[in-house]
């Protein structure tokens, strides 16, 4: 998590979880988390694009 809310990162987390992904992002994903927060976009949706790319 670089600048996105801790908030915002846990909410994404707990999305992932509900998933079925794990939880640990790596540089990339927290690159995208911090993406997606900025542009004021959905935690969901945040985890929903980075369980697509780990398919």
């Known amino acids: 998590m670089n600048n996105a809310s801790s908030s915002y990162f846990t909410e994404v987390q707990r999305h992932l979880d509900d998933l079925g992904h794990s939880v640990t992002l790596n540089a990339d994903e927290r690159d995208i988390v911090d993406d997606y ?4 976009f959905g935690a969901r949706e945040c985890a929903v694009q980075i369980a697509n790319d780990r398919i």
């Open 37 to 40: 927060a900025a542009q004021e």
